[in-house]
């Protein structure tokens, strides 16, 4: 089944223990993102990766890192993570199209992340 | 700055009711324009607009794009309980492959 996974889906954890939620897809997509959603902000886009080895900030790349190292593979670091990290993320993927990506972008099923 | 900005926010109609759900939009280097359904999980994709004046249906859902007005309108006719959801709008603009959301409109569908 063509999916985009993302683990763990829940996390409390604590100021400055740093974290990593992992983004696996099995769609041989060469783009992929990660969102944050928060009430009242909508989905803000953290960072994209058009292709292994490549990744690009969002509007909102403080505080995270990414890597690409294998095209399937795009996980999400929080290094020291913070209280304002609270947040439900997204994983997604997509192809890429000509002119770059703009088809239509697979979700994951979502990490509701808690910082204490 | 790139933005998207949807209106309502959010709006409560009955079931049978016709909605009109509206995007506006300001992003340099403009690709596409796309719809989302989010209830209580992920997003899951609607439509993909990149042609002004040419709609796209499913169903009961249609939208088109103006991009010269720089807007786009989803439409939900005979609304159902099953259409309650905040839907969102998309932008495919500013840096290659930087994506912009709108806020969403969270639609209320009552029985």
């Known amino acids: 089944e063509a999916q985009v996974t993302q683990n763990p889906r829940y996390l409390i954890t604590v100021t400055g223990k740093k974290l990593t939620v992992t983004c696996s897809q099995n769609?041989?997509?060469?783009?992929m993102s990660w969102y944050r959603q928060d009430p009242g902000l909508g989905l803000r886009q953290i960072y994209y990766?058009?292709?292994?080895?490549?990744?690009d900030k969002g509007d909102v790349p403080e505080g995270y890192k990414v890597s690409r190292k294998e095209k399937r593979n795009f996980p999400l670091i929080l290094e020291s993570p913070s209280p304002n990290q609270t947040s439900l993320y997204f994983c997604?993927?997509?192809?890429?199209?000509?002119?770059?990506?703009?088809?239509?972008?697979?979700f994951g099923p979502g990490t509701r992340l808690t910082v204490l | 700055e790139d933005k998207v900005v949807q209106s309502p926010l959010s709006l409560v109609v009955h079931e049978g009711d016709t909605v009109t759900l509206n995007c506006s939009y300001e992003v340099t280097n403009f690709r596409s324009l796309l719809w989302y359904k989010q209830e209580k999980k992920a997003p899951t994709f609607l439509f993909m607009l990149t042609s002004s004046g040419i709609e796209k249906k499913s169903g009961r859902l249609s939208s088109i794009l103006d991009n010269k007005e720089l807007f786009s309108i989803l439409n939900i006719t005979a609304t159902q309980t099953g259409d309650s959801a905040v839907y969102l709008c998309v932008n495919y603009g500013g840096s290659q492959g930087n994506l912009i959301f709108g806020k969403g409109t969270k639609l209320s569908v009552k029985p």
């Open positions: 997604a993927s997509s192809p890429l199209g000509l002119a770059g990506a703009y088809n239509e972008q697979f």
């Open positions: 990766s058009m292709n292994v080895e490549v990744t």
């Open positions: 769609m041989n997509h060469e783009y």
